[in-house]
């Protein structure tokens, strides 16, 4: 009887009830621990049905190869032989691999180059494109006038300007909180009231009138509706020309960006003017103190002045980055943009001439002026914290860390409250000028990719990734 795994006679034969074989038992028993299988035919076998084989037990004699040294040193040579002929292979092999990943990194390096050589020569592209460009601006009336671009602003909109800086620098910070304002003791009992079914697939943007009934909200679809929130119902759909990355009231009238480049005007459901400055998305959009001036951000490195009284373009300023986010001071002499460089550049509205740059740790996806016109809240994205700076020294004056991460924020009339929105939900910091400390009077779970006041701040509307709008008040 030889055993079927080492081929020699078993000191302690066993018999496998599944093959027939026979085993030296201290050799299937291990077999059967790593594999639980017989070895000859693969089948499941337990150490328990094996069977005991009684035989004489046999002195096995030495192997006649080992009865003289000249025999082991035979073997040993042997050994020594199949070692370093081992040895040698695992040798060419690792240089073969070697060369193989050297290649690889080499034809990677390549590709890395010739993406980044072509996304340069994209980027020169289009904005030698959008410097060179000749855009039409729509009226009511359905005429054509031809875009230019300019630094500096016409005379009756640099009066307006001018006159309207002048008239909100005065009073501004010695306004006082209005009466019937949102408390802190209000705003921690805001829970959801209400919510409207899904508006627009793909929801990014949010804008409320100043009424703080109707609220815009725009689609990936390129839908827009004009929602009530009094009526709880869609009192107008608006078409954009692509995905809406932007949206604002000015006044009465509804102003919408998309992924296309273009920035459209409507007014009670009816387009006033079609915009194609932008070569590339349009990614934000803001309005001016005076009402009737918008301005609009893009990729295409620039931002754009627009005039809602003539349905006209202003000028249109080039930066060095793609440019993400973008908010008027409240004065309107200053403009806030946020870039793609983690950067958020500060110009003159009146000349367009950077006056200052304030470094972020990312892209910046969200700007927002207090009332009082001295501190600039942004969010970089995929962050959990907003930077609150004050524009009076240039400096980064707190850290607010919500521990999510923050899509949207919108600070109210008073400078108080500043409203944070995500995807983990919304919170609300307060700002105490007596103590100059921060507090969080509210956090909710309420998932928000864009969030608004509504009137003295009696109530938060919150709008979600699926389109729908949440109102947080206090139940009556």
Not at 163 to 185: C, F, I
Not at 345 to 368: E, H, S
Not at 409 to 426: A, E, K, R, V
Not at 449 to 468: F, K, M
Request: hydrophobic content about 40%.
């Amino acid at each position: 009887m030889l055993c079927a795994i080492s081929g020699e006679a078993p000191q302690v034969p066993v018999l496998s009830p599944k093959s027939g074989n026979v085993f030296e038992k201290r050799l299937i028993e291990a077999y059967i621990a790593e594999h639980g299988k017989d070895p000859v035919n693969g089948e499941e076998l337990a150490v328990d049905e094996l069977i005991d084989i009684k035989s004489q037990r046999v002195v096995r004699p030495r192997p006649p190869t080992l009865t003289s040294i000249p025999s082991l040193l035979s073997i040993f040579q042997e050994e020594w032989d199949a070692l370093a002929l081992e040895t040698y292979t695992l040798q060419q092999n690792l240089a073969q691999t070697r060369r193989e990943l050297s290649t690889a990194l080499y034809q990677h390096d390549a590709a890395v180059r010739v993406i980044a050589r072509v996304t340069q020569e994209r980027d020169e592209a289009r904005e030698a494109l959008s410097k060179v460009s000749v855009g039409t601006t729509r009226s009511a009336a359905g005429g054509e006038a031809m875009q230019v671009d300019s630094a500096g602003l016409p005379q009756a909109v640099l009066e307006r300007v001018e006159n309207t800086q002048a008239a909100l620098s005065k009073t501004r910070r010695k306004r006082p909180v209005p009466e019937g304002w949102a408390t802190s003791d209000t705003i921690s009992a805001y829970k959801p009231t209400e919510s409207s079914e899904p508006l627009c697939p793909g929801a990014r943007a949010l804008s409320i009138n100043s009424t703080g009934d109707l609220a815009l909200v725009g689609g990936a679809d390129g839908s827009v509706a004009v929602y009530s929130l009094s009526q709880k119902s869609v009192v107008h759909t608006l078409k954009s020309d692509g995905p809406v990355t932007g949206a604002t009231w000015a006044g009465e009238k509804a102003v919408i960006g998309s992924a296309t480049g273009s920035v459209k005007v409507f007014e009670q459901g009816n387009e006033l003017a079609h915009f194609t400055s932008h070569a590339g998305e349009v990614t934000a959009i803001t309005v001016h103190a005076t009402g009737d001036i918008v301005a609009s951000v893009g990729v295409d490195k620039s931002y754009v002045l627009y005039d809602l009284s003539t349905n006209s373009v202003i000028s249109q300023i080039f930066t060095s980055a793609a440019l993400l986010s973008v908010q008027f001071h409240p004065d309107g002499h200053l403009l806030a943009a946020g870039g793609a460089d983690a950067q958020i550049k500060i110009f003159d509205v009146k000349t367009g001439a950077p006056v200052a740059d304030y470094a972020m740790g990312g892209p910046v996806k969200n700007l927002f002026f207090s009332e009082n016109g001295t501190f600039l809240a942004a969010v970089a994205a995929e962050s959990t914290t907003v930077s609150i700076w004050d524009l009076r020294s240039s400096a980064e004056t707190k850290v607010l860390d919500t521990g999510s991460q923050i899509h949207s924020i919108y600070w109210d009339y008073t400078g108080q409250f500043l409203l944070t929105g995500g995807p983990s939900g919304l919170t609300v910091q307060q700002f105490s000028k007596s103590s100059k400390a921060w507090s969080e009077p509210l956090r909710s779970a309420v998932p928000a990719v864009a969030v608004g006041w509504g009137p003295g701040a009696q109530s938060i509307v919150a709008l979600n990734e699926g389109g729908a709008v949440t109102v947080l008040a206090t139940h009556s």
